[in-house]
């Protein structure tokens, strides 16, 4: 029996569900200081230690991993103390408000031996239609890839006036490019099978949202190392017609991944046979290889099994090189050159 614990219980449900999905792993413990809510998931995932300070849910020695789904502010500081408490890892995403605050965060994870994963569990979420595209891509059906673009646009996240710690910048980090940006970026770049982002033109403004001092707008030109270049587009209020997704170009075809599509009605393929210019939509998605549950399944297993997991706290700092040189960029109003680095960890 794996034993798994929960800090935070507002994202935190997700992990709850998907662990109380997976075979031979119980739910050990659960943090929140809200007493209501830690009481009715602790009831509801039937989690026998229940505790509203989470250093004493951290000293429990028999807890294996812990997910820390705490606001943004506070993910480097507590993930470190679960760390050195002995816990694997998986944070919610984004990693951390910075690059530096992620960089920490892999170098004490390599200190303490033990595994720190971040929480993109959109690969999972919207799938089949995600793993398959990836096997398009790797099987060469779409030829060289060479462009995706990313896409979150949301008409209105919050109400306004509505304060919360999400829209306050030192708590957040910022909001457009630091809250879909990591889940977009992330599925970019797995696709695109490259981690090394090389260089980044990036625009964040606030255009709407005035009574924050966070960024509701955020675009970006990123060039990877292999060749392919993403378009991220991600606004928290617009005036546009709502749409999450991403579109893929190769030499030899492209797809349309409709994310608010019905699940196996997706994706739409672009092709050619000869001169003649073909469109198609899979049906039934069948994979030789079914991906792993959840985000959580897929951490559990790799604990189990010594392997690295594909969402490695590597990925996620990789992702927040990327949204620091959006806002660097976007205050400069010039490019910003990354330091090449090798993806490892």
Known sequence: MYNVAVIGLGMGKDHLRGYSAIPDVRIAAAADLAEERLQACGEAFHIPQLYKDYHELLACPDIDAVSVCLPNYLHAPVVSEALQAGKHVLV?????RTASEASAMVAQAKAAGRTLAVSFNYRWSYGPDSWYLKHLIEQGRLGSIYYIRAVSLRRRTFRRGQKSWFSQKELSGGAAAMDMGPHMLDLAMWLAG???PLQVSGVARTAIMTDTDVDDFATALVRLRHGVTVHLESTWEAHTRPWLGLTVMGTEGGVIFDMNGPEEKRLTIFGHEGESLLETVPADIILQQPPDMSVQDHFVKCLRQGCQPQNSAACGLAVMRIIDAIYQ???????VILQETALGG
């Open 92 to 96: 919610e995403k984004p990693m951390a």
């Open 194 to 196: 490259d981690y090394e």
């Open 329 to 335: 960029s976007s205050a400069s109003g010039r490019d």
